[in-house]
């Protein structure tokens, strides 16, 4: 079983910079990718940026040039550089992971959730 605790959330001003962090427990192998969702009041969670089982990044175009996802080596800690904050990015961010994902920013894809942290941008 896997399980994910995140943290960095916070409140910054537009343009602004915060940076997330999601500490991987459990078995964790290479079927597995890994990705950060996020979900703003009375919207749907959408995908924000994953990296894939191979090592591949994948992000959405609203975060692109924005928004960099990385781990570390041991692949235990997962992080969002988040830069050039935009009003428009607050919300509850989640860290998921999930085995022999496809389709790379689904929400369906994912098993494991994180119970998320939340970033607030102002303007």
């Known amino acids: 079983q896997v399980q994910l605790v995140e943290s960095g959330g916070g409140s910054v001003q537009a343009g602004g910079s915060l940076k997330l962090s999601c500490v991987v427990s459990?078995?964790?192998?290479?079927?597995?990718?890994m990705g950060w969702f996020r979900q703003a009041p009375g919207k749907e969670r959408e995908g924000v940026a994953v990296?894939?089982?191979?090592?591949?990044?994948h992000s959405s175009d609203s975060v692109k040039g924005r928004f960099s996802i990385s781990k570390d080596d041991a692949g235990k800690t997962l992080y969002l550089q988040m830069d050039n904050l935009r009003p428009a990015d607050t919300a509850q961010y989640y860290c998921?992971?999930?085995?022999?994902?496809?389709?790379?920013?689904?929400?369906?894809?994912?098993?494991?959730w994180g119970q998320g942290t939340q970033v607030i941008v102002s303007s």
């Open positions: 998921a992971a999930g085995r022999y994902v496809a389709d790379h920013l689904a929400e369906i894809e994912y098993s494991s």
């Open positions: 459990g078995s964790i192998d290479r079927s597995y990718s």
């Open positions: 990296i894939d089982s191979t090592g591949r990044t």
